[in-house]
């Protein structure tokens, strides 16, 4: 996890130089590693609660820190700060979906010592996300039969989300990157904030034949 987070930071860092194709390497680095972590937690049987954590808050030092570096190297702070929304909303929206169709609560074990550090950092970055997903989702189906709530998280679009995560996010910025202009990223992430408006806030009719209303 250190390493994937150092190598995400240390591609910010290129990024911002203008060393634009070791920038996109280190990223794919970044995605490698990434990957890489919780298969050998598993396969070791060594997954820890501080991982997970560790993990999500790397993560997202990684994406400030890109984003920090797309702003200065390309002289535009504010659509950089943009893009970092964008992109954390998607996240969020990609992981909390995809959690609520399995129907996994998030479940907040009893932690100790940097394990309880951590997890107080993730419920101020990400706990009002994800609550705030759920209470939305909760506000969609209130009252809805059963029918409507398998709708709701229908397989489609959950599969659709799931390739908004961020393994494609960061192999897109790699290429914009790597061709020379990484500030299209933030078009393509307004791109998929329609689409995720599409999917998950329009009424569920124009997309489920009206079980919703």
Same mark, same amino acid.
């Given at each position: 996890?250190?390493?994937?987070?150092?190598?995400?930071?240390? =591609?910010?860092?290129?990024? !911002?130089?203008? /060393?634009?194709?070791? *920038? !996109?390497?280190?990223?794919?680095? +970044?995605?490698?590693?990434?990957?890489?972590?919780?298969?050998?937690?598993?396969?070791?049987?060594?997954?820890?609660?501080?991982?997970?954590?560790?993990?999500?808050?790397?993560?997202?030092?990684?994406?400030?820190?890109?984003?920090? #570096?797309? =702003?200065?190297?390309?002289?535009?702070? !504010?659509?950089?700060?943009?893009?970092?929304?964008?992109?954390?909303?998607?996240?969020?929206?990609?992981?909390?979906?995809?959690?609520?169709?399995?129907?996994?609560?998030?479940?907040?074990?009893?932690?100790?010592?940097?394990?309880?550090?951590? /997890?107080?950092?993730?419920?101020?970055?990400?706990?009002?996300?994800?609550?705030?997903?759920?209470?939305?989702?909760?506000?969609?189906?209130? #009252?809805?039969?059963?029918?409507?709530?398998?709708?709701?998280?229908?397989?489609?679009?959950?599969?659709?989300?799931?390739?908004? =995560?961020?393994?494609? /996010?960061? *192999?897109?910025?790699?290429?914009?990157? !790597?061709?020379?202009?990484?500030?299209?990223?933030?078009?393509?992430?307004?791109? /998929?904030?329609?689409?995720?408006?599409?999917?998950?806030?329009?009424?569920? +009719?124009?997309?489920?034949?009206?079980?919703?209303?």
């Amino acid at each position: 996890v250190l390493a994937s987070g150092a190598a995400g930071v240390a =591609g910010a860092i290129e990024l !911002a130089r203008g /060393q634009l194709v070791v *920038a !996109a390497l280190l990223i794919q680095l +970044k995605t490698v590693l990434d990957n890489a972590d919780g298969q050998l937690a598993r396969l070791s049987g060594r997954v820890t609660l501080l991982g997970r954590y560790l993990d999500s808050e790397c993560d997202l030092v990684v994406d400030a820190a890109l984003f920090a #570096g797309l =702003g200065w190297y390309a002289h535009a702070p !504010a659509a950089a700060l943009l893009g970092f929304a964008m992109l954390t909303a998607v996240l969020s929206v990609n992981f909390n979906l995809e959690r609520l169709y399995r129907g996994a609560p998030v479940s907040v074990p009893e932690a100790h010592g940097l394990t309880l550090v951590l /997890q107080r950092v993730y419920a101020y970055a990400y706990g009002w996300q994800d609550e705030l997903i759920e209470r939305f989702v909760e506000s969609r189906l209130r #009252g809805a039969s059963d029918e409507a709530r398998s709708a709701y998280h229908d397989r489609p679009t959950v599969a659709v989300l799931a390739n908004l =995560g961020m393994t494609p /996010q960061l *192999a897109a910025f790699g290429v914009c990157i !790597a061709v020379g202009h990484p500030l299209a990223f933030v078009w393509v992430l307004a791109g /998929q904030v329609a689409l995720v408006v599409l999917l998950v806030l329009l009424p569920e +009719k124009l997309r489920n034949g009206g079980v919703l209303r």
